[in-house]
T-cell receptor
Framework: GAVVSQHPSRVICKSGTSVKIECRSLDFQATTMFWYRQFPKQSLMLMATSNEGSKATYEQGVEKDKFLINHASLTLSTLTVTSAHPEDSSFYIC???????????FGPGTRLLVL | SQQGEEDPQALSIQEGENATMNCSYKTSINNLQWYRQNSGRGLVHLILIRSNEREKHSGRLRVTLDTSKKSSSLLITASRAADTASYFCATDATYNQGGKLIFGQGTELSVKP
């Protein structure tokens, strides 16, 4: 199947700092990518839809100024957690697919720990 | 918002037995996808079943879809200890632009050697 990568895989930061997470589609182009968050022992919650060349679409309850999304090219979307706080500690996962309505491939995830 | 519900939430079986997980959802869908997640890892895609399909097979996996009941099931036959993981269903709803998945709560499967 298609490959989606994420970087970094793990990050520990101090409260108040900003953290950038990259999501790349390695062998296909993706006009749309998705960002999810997963807390321990829970399911994935969709945060936002990242749209190449336009603004991201955020799910209800997700602060767009807190979670900045930039989809600068057809193979790269970035999620920046601004002024991170301990409650932002979570597992962040992105997904992308070669075509709409088809299989979504997930990155390996980024574990964020805010101290 | 979460659309799917899965049952059971946890399932413990012996190696060689079959494991069945069920998923229910609320709205019309384009497709339904099943994923597997090992603890602390990313998701691995298992099967995609479209709204006009009723059953699909892949190796030891069998997925059914009943759109009239808005439900799906995942059957793993002849389970192995390596099948131990969390399993999620995810729906691509027709009201979406396509690609956005809403996940069920997941089933935590434990296969004992």
């Amino acid at each position: 199947g298609a490959v989606v990568s994420q970087h970094p895989s793990r990050v520990i930061c101090k409260s108040g700092t900003s953290v950038k997470i990259e999501c790349r589609s390695l062998d296909f182009q993706a006009t749309t990518m998705f960002w999810y968050r997963q807390f321990p022992k829970q399911s994935l919650m969709l945060m936002a839809t990242s749209n190449e060349g336009s603004k991201a679409t955020y799910e209800q309850g997700v602060e767009k100024d807190k979670f900045l999304i930039n989809h600068a090219s057809l193979t790269l979307s970035t999620l920046t957690v601004t002024s991170a706080h301990p409650e932002d500690s979570s597992f962040y996962i992105c997904s992308a697919g070669p075509a709409r309505g088809e299989t979504q491939y997930f990155g390996p995830g980024t574990r964020l720990l805010v101290l | 918002s979460q659309q799917g519900e899965e049952d059971p939430q946890a399932l413990s079986i012996q190696e060689g037995e079959n494991a069945t997980m069920n998923c229910s959802y609320k709205t019309s869908i384009n497709n339904l996808q099943w994923y597997r997640q090992n603890s602390g890892r990313g998701l691995v895609h298992l099967i995609l079943i479209r709204s006009n399909e009723r059953e699909k097979h892949s190796g030891r996996l069998r997925v059914t879809l009943d759109t009239s009941k808005k439900s799906s099931s995942l059957l793993i036959t002849a389970s192995r200890a390596a099948d131990t993981a969390s399993y999620f269903c995810a729906t691509d709803a027709t009201y979406n632009q396509g690609g956005k998945l809403i996940f069920g709560q997941g089933t935590e499967l434990s296969v004992k050697p």
